[in-house]
T-cell receptor, first 115, second 117 residues
Framework: AQSVAQPEDQVNVAEGNPLTVKCTYSVSGNPYLFWYVQYPNRGLQFLLKYITGDNLVKGSYGFEAEFNKSQTSFHLKKPSALVSDSALYFC?????????????FGKGTRLSVIA | EAQVTQNPRYLITVTGKKLTVTCSQNMNHEYMSWYRQDPGLGLRQIYYSMNVEVTDKGDVPEGYKVSRKEKRNFPLILESPSPNQTSLYFCACSPRGSLGGANYGYTFGSGTRLTVV
């Protein structure tokens, strides 16, 4: 069965510093990986995805993520954090070889960017 | 504008009083799903539907029902709500695509905050 882990409940970073939100996954085959962001009182918004190809994926709002197969990780990164990046971030995984299984989400990491 | 619309946004109800949360999408997507979000537990899938008249249980289906009579609508029904169903609910959809939709992300509604007292 596929699963995803976000080891940090909370990440704090100063504005202007680089940020990393960690995600590791477990699937039987090659994964499809996604990052979503949730702002207060809003639904989840798609940030980026890895399906195949280049391991470094660029997404919305200056975010990027690096797929690392040997470490089974898909960490979300941004070179310079903004206060407006403060939100709840979810990593999700799907095993494309397992039929109609849905996206499986991590428990979320709350990012707080301090001015 | 492509969107998923949930109603109501907020609802306070009493134990045992049947309720329906509606979800409608205007993207002609085949796949629709309901999730509940609880602190420390992330998003857990309740039910999903691959197409009209096709529904399947997710991870936490107990106490919920769904129907998919039309492609655009996927209502969530709580026949006899209980306090443990107090949660934030999200509807989501995606296209099937050539890979069964696996390579697409989801489009989410804005959420329904339900409180059962």
């Amino acid at each position: 069965a596929q699963s995803v882990a976000q080891p940090e409940d909370q990440v704090n970073v100063a504005e202007g510093n680089p940020l990393t939100v960690k995600c590791t996954y477990s699937v039987s085959g090659n994964p499809y990986l996604f990052w979503y962001v949730q702002y207060p009182n809003r639904g989840l918004q798609f940030l980026l995805k890895y399906i195949t190809g280049d391991n470094l994926v660029k997404g919305s709002y200056g975010f990027e993520a690096e797929f690392n197969k040997s470490q089974t990780s898909f960490h979300l990164k941004k070179p310079s954090a903004l206060v407006s990046d403060s939100a709840l971030y979810f990593c999700a995984v799907r095993d494309p070889n397992s039929g109609n299984t849905p996206l499986v989400f991590g428990k979320g990491t709350r990012l707080s960017v301090i001015a | 504008e492509a969107q998923v619309t949930q109603n109501p946004r907020y609802l306070i109800t009493v134990t045992g009083k049947k309720l329906t949360v509606t979800c409608s999408q205007n993207m002609n997507h085949e796949y629709m799903s309901w999730y509940r979000q609880d602190p420390g537990l992330g998003l857990r899938q309740i039910y999903y539907s691959m197409n009209v008249e096709v529904t399947d249980k997710g991870d936490v289906p107990e106490g919920y029902k769904v129907s998919r009579k039309e492609k655009r609508n996927f209502p969530l029904i709580l026949e006899s709500p209980s306090p443990n169903q107090t949660s934030l609910y999200f509807c989501a959809c995606s296209p099937r695509g050539s890979l069964g939709g696996a390579n697409y992300g989801y489009t989410f509604g804005s959420g329904t905050r339900l409180t059962v007292v």
